[in-house]
């Protein structure tokens, strides 16, 4: 039987291999973990897999602004990928490329942050280690992807806090400012279907990045060598260098809930209008992501009517109930809405599955509950805080 890197070459020839796959399969070939790598390459050949691999190689998955997002579990999945199934039937492996969704990208992501924080805070002068906070979603694969980006930034000197359970993007967010971090990642593939999962990278300003961090981060990420440069040493002689400490990996979750919550209470504008309208009933559902975490308690905390959706609220990043799990789709809230129907309820509220995304659906004066787009309930919740600002006075007209 020819040898792996002859069927390549042979595919390549023939027509049936991309030559930027075939580059890129060389070159993780050639890695220091190459082995479960070759296994999985081999048995796409194989089977004479050739778009499969094409799609998996054909390029690196690109790190931008919104950090990346790609397919984590591939099209065909082979025997060494799905190793032992999990309860939910997930591969036990991602599916290994380039263009994927995987350790590779996840180690080279971090690898790059962590090379560009440790060099702005050298530039800023700022003593002490860095600190990222890490949070992850209900996808699959999100929690192994998170417990490797903690690992790399620890190897590279940099602390790491990290949620001891699926948490919601905008708790990520809050987090970092909480605690005086340089950084957040959150592995999350938003709304996407099932078979993808994400990296998005914040600031310490709790915002996703931008200018002129974003261009630094993203050219440590996507630097020739795959973000494998190492943090700055510390020089201590004309020819001594110290290699920065590992950092800490920290464990969190109640406390910053707490915090969160008690953040939260203080948006409220007008308690009394909470009181006034303890009738109003609503249905929520968090579509197998995190809203619970915090949607639920925080309702419950400041007295609002709801039920949720039983079927919805359990993590699963099958999302089984739902051809999609974008809170925005109509079909989302289908089950949202039949429990609403079945209690006459005046609002369905439903979020994706890092919960920064919202979909709602209204009863009407005919009875018929209606659903609103994005755009509508951004100009509502823009509308209601500035009437009450002017009211108050807080805004010239």
């Known amino acids: 039987m020819p040898s792996l890197t002859e069927q390549i070459d042979r595919a390549l020839s023939e027509g049936k291999l991309r030559a930027d796959a075939a580059e890129n399969i060389r070159r993780i070939l050639s890695g ?3 082995d479960f790598a070759a296994r999985v390459i081999g048995e ?44 939910l039937g997930r591969p036990e492996f991602p599916c290994v490329g380039t263009n994927a969704m995987n350790y590779f990208n996840v180690g080279r992501a971090t690898r ?3 090379v560009y924080i440790q060099k702005w805070r050298s530039g800023q002068r700022m003593e002490g280690r860095a600190k990222i906070v890490i ?11 998170t417990r490797l980006a903690a690992e790399t930034a620890s190897a590279n000197g940099c602390d790491a806090v990290v949620f001891d359970g699926p948490r919601s993007t905008p708790e990520l967010s809050f987090a970092v400012r909480y605690l005086n971090a340089d950084a957040g990642i959150v592995i999350t593939a938003s709304h996407n279907p099932p078979h993808d999962n994400g990296y998005k990278v914040y600031f ?4 996703q990045v931008v200018e002129p961090h974003a261009s630094g981060i993203i050219a440590e990420v996507n630097e020739p060598n795959g973000g494998t440069g190492s943090v700055p040493s510390q020089k201590v002689s004309d020819d001594t260098e110290v290699v920065p400490p590992k950092g800490e990996i920290i464990f969190t979750g109640d406390e910053i809930d707490r915090a969160y919550m ?17 009738d109003l009933k609503i249905v929520y559902t968090p579509i197998h992501g995190t809203g619970g975490v915090i949607v639920k308690p925080m309702l419950r905390k400041i007295g609002l009517n709801f039920s949720v959706v039983p079927e919805q609220d359990q993590f699963d990043g099958r999302f089984p109930t739902v051809k999609s799990p974008n809170p ?5 809230l289908n089950l949202g809405i039949s429990l609403a129907q079945k209690q006459n309820a005046d609002l369905v509220v439903a979020t994706d599955p ?16 209606k659903l609103l787009s994005g755009n509508q309930i951004g100009s509502l919740l823009a509308w209601y805080r500035a009437k009450t600002f002017f009211d108050r006075g807080i805004l010239n007209k």
């Not at 778009?51 to 950090?67: C, S």
């Not at 008690?262 to 303890?278: A, F, Q, S, V, Y």
């Not at 925005?328 to 989302?332: D, G, Q, R, T």
Request: proline share 2%; with cysteine; hydrophobic share 30%.
């Open 112 to 114: 790059g942050l962590i």
């Open 354 to 369: 890092d919960c920064d995304r919202m979909g709602v659906a209204v009863r009407t004066s005919s009875g018929e509950m």
């Open 204 to 207: 310490n300003d709790g915002a």
């Open 328 to 332: 925005e789709n109509a079909e989302a």
């Open 32 to 34: 220091e973990e190459s």
């Open 44 to 87: 796409l050949s194989q089977a004479n897999e050739w778009e499969e691999l094409n799609d998996r190689f054909y390029k690196t998955l690109a790190f931008g602004t919104g950090g990346l997002r790609g397919r984590t579990i591939g099209k065909i999945v082979t025997p060494s990928e799905r190793g032992t199934p999990t309860a």
């Open 135 to 145: 949070a992850h979603d209900t996808r699959h694969f999100s929690q192994e992807f």
């Open 262 to 278: 008690e953040r939260l209470e203080t948006l409220i504008l007008d308690r009394g209008l909470i009181e006034r309208t303890r």
